[in-house]
């Protein structure tokens, strides 16, 4: 049972933990979090594979302080202002990324934007102090299931995924954390959570949209329909590789290909497959290819939300 009390040796050993990949529960103010070194494309997959998400939502990098987020994100004028009223706390901004920072391409859901927040809970900061990583970390629940508020929670739906659950007791505030858009000119709330609108508002000195719904702009939570598409076309369920068409492949037994190949996983690992989708299809993608054959992917376990990223990509062509 991975079920631990928060005190300076488990957070130790958990920060060890993601450092080699694993995953680690935590708490913070607002929910429990399921976290995984962002900059590990591996560990990432792992997040998804334990929730049981049949899609790829971005997920938010929790990090230890505002230059740590700086790093990998850029922070215009009024990201600033609202980062240094809210954080450390139950704010997250989603930012303009840093494309060669590091951060893996399934964290940002192929993005170019990423999600940043800097809890403010003792135990998420002394893990992030510790493990001096940034922290990619969904609530700790199965898909579909609510947010986790008390360790126990957490065990109950993802039993032994995570090397370790950092138990702190019952979250502050019991609610995710409020979500802003501010990548753009204008601001704009995503999600309603620990932080009101109002208290943005009153420290921007002006109005922000609103898009819970995704009315205004594309990507609200859920939505998300600007997700990377390639600008070549997808072609799904290949069995062969045209002239001219590039090969995302899967498993052993390859057709034959004149172009670019990249395997997903030669020995048909969907978590290794999950890791690499987002860098395959931007590396695939190239000049002079048309159309991307896509060899046939299981639909169980990481399948289904692989598949259902090349539906849409195929569907979504840009
Ligand atoms: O309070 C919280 O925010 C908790 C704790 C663990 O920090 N985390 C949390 O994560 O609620 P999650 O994965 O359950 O929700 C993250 C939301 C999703 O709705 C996702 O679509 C949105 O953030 N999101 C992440 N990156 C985004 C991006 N680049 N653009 C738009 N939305 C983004
Ligand atoms: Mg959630």
Known sequence: ???????????????????????????????????????????VAG????????????????????????????????????????????????LRRRAQAGISDLVTAGLETVAVRVPDHPVSLALLNSCGLPIA???????????????????????????FILDAGPCRHGLESTIVDASGERLVLLRSGAVTIEAIEAVLGEKIGRSLDGGERPQAPGQLASHYAPRARLRLEA????????????????????????????????????????????????????????????????GEAINDRLRRGAAERR
């Open 1 to 43: 049972m991975p079920l631990v009390p928060a005190t300076p040796e488990t957070i130790a050993q958990a920060a060890e933990a993601l450092r080699s990949g694993r995953l680690v529960a935590f708490a913070t103010e607002t929910v429990y979090g399921l976290g995984a070194d962002a900059t590990n494309s591996r560990a």
């Open 47 to 94: 997040i998804f594979e334990a929730k049981g998400r049949p899609r790829f939502n971005p997920l938010i990098v929790h990090v230890a302080d505002f230059a740590a987020a700086e790093s990998f994100a850029v922070i215009g004028p009024k990201g600033h202002l609202l980062a240094k009223a809210f954080w450390p706390g139950p704010l997250t901004l989603v």
């Open 137 to 163: 970390a969904p609530s700790a629940n199965r898909s579909g299931h609510v947010s986790p508020t008390r360790a126990e929670h957490v065990a109950a739906d993802l039993g032994d995924a995570a090397a």
């Open 239 to 302: 069995e062969t590789v045209g002239s001219g068409e590039a090969l995302l492949a899967f498993g052993a037994d390859l057709p034959d290909a004149q172009g670019p190949v990249f395997n997903l996983s030669a020995t048909g690992d969907l978590v290794e497959a999950a890791a690499n989708l987002f860098a395959a299809l931007r590396w695939l993608d190239q000049e002079g290819i048309e159309t991307i054959a896509v060899m046939p992917l299981p639909e169980h376990g990481l």
